[in-house]
């Protein structure tokens, strides 16, 4: 069945960095791009953008361009949200979501915590 | 950015009482290739997000049919029709129609 499995929760210090992993199984990778989602402690849902898993290229929501990067690790069906020089209000959980031209959003990863704090 | 406005924002319902949420945008979601790209997700307690509706009013896979979504333009709401418990949690409209993707505050349900 169609699974994104993310990576475990992290504690990290203001300054470090954080890579978050979202492997995709039970479809063919390339076919749908990846979206990343911020959710806040006890808030809603934020777009951070996406990457076309064909052809490798980002695009970041506005709030998100500088310290966010996605990537990909096509041939392990994976895709990576690496986060530099983490603040505060960073802490969150970071949600993959694969979204594809029939239908979209279908399927989660179950969410990554990060925890930034001195 | 596309504003989502949902209504109301907690919404409390015995079960088998039929219940609808609003989400009004700020702008016509409807696209230049003539699809309307508003869908409806719950996420429910400690859980990721899952997509019920998408394109307004299109059942996801799976998703009861006591779940059916309306709407055009600005204006649109998710039904449902004779809340169960499994239904607990916070509905989320969002919109993929204009970048940047938006959704809205969410709305949450509780069983009484």
């Known amino acids: 069945q169609i699974q994104l499995v993310q990576s475990g929760p992290e504690l990290k210090k203001p300054g470090e960095s954080v890579k978050i992993s979202c492997k995709a199984s039970g479809y063919t990778f390339t076919d749908y791009a990846m979206h990343w989602v911020k959710q806040a402690p006890g808030k809603g849902l934020k777009w951070m953008g996406w990457i076309n898993t064909y052809t490798g290229k980002p695009t970041y929501a506005d709030d998100f361009k500088g310290r966010f990067v996605f990537s990909l690790e096509a041939s392990a069906s994976t895709a990576n949200l690496q986060i530099s020089n983490l603040k505060n209000e960073d802490t969150a959980t970071y949600f993959c979501?694969?979204?594809?031209?029939?239908?979209?959003?279908?399927?989660w990863g179950q969410g990554a915590s990060v925890t930034v704090s001195s | 950015d596309v504003v989502l406005t949902q209504t109301p924002p907690t919404l409390s319902a015995t079960i088998g009482q039929s219940v609808s949420i609003s989400c009004r945008s700020s702008?016509?979601?409807?696209?230049?290739?003539?699809?309307?790209?508003l869908n409806w997700l719950l996420q429910r307690p400690g859980q990721s997000p899952q997509l019920l509706i998408y394109?307004?009013?299109n059942l996801e896979s799976g998703v009861p049919n006591r779940f059916s979504g309306s709407g055009s333009e600005t204006d649109f709401t998710l039904k449902i029709s004779g809340v169960e418990a499994e239904d607990l949690g916070v509905y989320y409209c969002?919109?993929?129609?204009?970048?940047?993707?938006?959704f809205g505050s969410g709305t949450k349900l509780e069983i009484k």
């Open positions: 979501a694969r979204s594809g031209m029939m239908v979209p959003w279908d399927a």
């Open positions: 702008q016509s979601l409807l696209d230049s290739d003539g699809d309307t790209y």
């Open positions: 969002m919109q993929a129609t204009h970048a940047p993707l938006t």
């Open positions: 394109s307004v009013s």
